[in-house]
């Protein structure tokens, strides 16, 4: 198939695990065998107007980039551009990752009675609480009409929980599809550990406060106290930065790596024991209201390196993640549990090793992007034989 992927906002390549998704399901459609075209930009915050009329193209692991650097705010303006690239690639099928303000995709799809792929990877309708949707409901919902006629549109539509969706839509085309790990670039650690080895805990992901990272610190703190001997990695960046560097105090065992490239990863987790990802819904009103739609990429990249995962004790979390099978669970947004599982883990290596060799098992067989990717191949073959 020739495949339009309209990513919008997305820096690819790029950090953010929204460029990692990108980047994924793009090179993982094309090792397929498909001719993949995928629209994004070149660097968050970057604007290039001129990219409007003639976007800027690359290519990338056997598929193409079409950067058109606009705020994400604004990719409507993009219409006009995408509309007229999908005249010249003629796809079988356009994807669309959704986003409040996009839709650019969808509407090309829609001129060319082209097959339409929704992807989506947050909650539609934002819950009464947000600002958003307070400002959408004094103008009367504009956003949310629009978002729910993009649903409609949609032949199918991809979400890891389909609690994301309006109960309007019709169930039978939505998805659940979970995001993975490229269990050929992740790899098992080392079996065999250097004398000098100080066992290593590890964080990755954004520093926003629904992805736990100062109850991570918190816990190191709590451990560091009692004077058990470990090393603490927190790599990423985010709101919480300044924050939670501060609560460290310094300690030399805590470490700050700040964001780091998508490539140097793989070998981050190789040299790491035990991978924490304590997400904390409480501090998410999306996420109570709808349940945790994120698909974990942090944890399917910890399984993948063969690390044992303490994450939190919340659906889909607990069903990826079993405790006493590939990690531990901990209850949400409990410090005092959190440091008692690390502990456990820090104190018995042998069986943290049996636990991250069972989630590497588990994550080759369930929740990589090569089977993400041959899932997405059905849902588009299905909506191209029947259009």
């Not at 820096?11 to 065998?33: C, F, I, M, Q």
Request: glycine share 6%; with cysteine; aromatic share 8%.
């Amino acid at each position: 198939m020739k495949i339009l992927y309209v990513a919008s906002g997305i820096p690819l390549p790029g950090n953010l695990g929204g460029s990692t998704h990108a980047y994924e399901v793009a090179r993982g459609l094309s090792r397929r065998g498909h001719e993949v075209h995928v629209v994004a930009v070149s660097r968050e915050g970057h604007t290039n107007l001129q990219q409007l009329f003639v976007p800027a193209q690359q290519q990338l692991d056997n598929f193409t980039i079409y950067h058109i650097d606009i705020p994400k705010a604004l990719s409507l303006l993009t219409t006009p551009a995408i509309i007229a690239l999908a005249r010249r690639i003629t796809p079988d099928v356009i994807m669309e990752r959704y986003y409040n303000f996009a839709g650019s995709g969808m509407i090309a799809a829609r001129l060319s009675k082209t097959p339409t792929l929704l992807e989506v990877n947050a909650l539609i309708i934002d819950p009464p609480s947000i600002r958003k949707r307070q400002i959408d409901d004094q103008l009367g919902g504009p956003m949310r009409r629009w978002a729910t006629r993009q649903c409609r549109w949609a032949d199918a539509i991809v979400t890891p929980l389909q609690t994301t969706i309006p109960i309007s839509i019709d169930r039978q085309r939505i998805h659940e599809t979970a995001w993975g790990a490229d269990v050929e670039r992740f790899m098992p650690r080392p079996a065999r550990r250097p004398p000098d080895h100080q066992p290593t805990v590890v964080f990755v992901g954004s520093f926003r406060a629904w992805h736990g990272v100062a109850l991570g610190v918190k816990a190191a703190i709590l451990l560091l106290e009692r004077g058990v001997n470990a090393r603490f990695l927190f790599v990423g960046h985010g709101p919480e930065f300044a924050q939670v560097t501060k609560l460290a105090g310094g300690h030399p065992n805590i470490v700050f790596t700040g964001t780091q490239p998508y490539a140097a990863m793989p070998d981050i987790l190789a040299h790491a024991d035990i991978g924490i990802a304590p997400f904390d819904t409480y501090a998410h009103p999306a996420l109570q209201a709808a349940g945790f739609f994120w698909s974990p990429l942090k944890i399917h990249e910890y399984m993948a390196a063969a690390l044992p995962v303490i994450t939190s004790d919340i659906t889909p979390l607990n069903q990826i993640v079993r405790h006493g099978h590939e990690g531990l669970l901990v209850p949400e947004a409990d410090v005092p549990a959190l440091a008692d599982a690390i502990a456990a883990l820090l104190a018995d290596p042998h069986r943290a090793q049996q636990l991250g060799a069972a989630g590497r098992e588990r994550v080759v067989a369930q929740y990589s992007w090569q089977h993400h990717c041959a899932e997405l191949e059905h849902i588009m073959q299905s909506i191209v034989r029947s259009a």
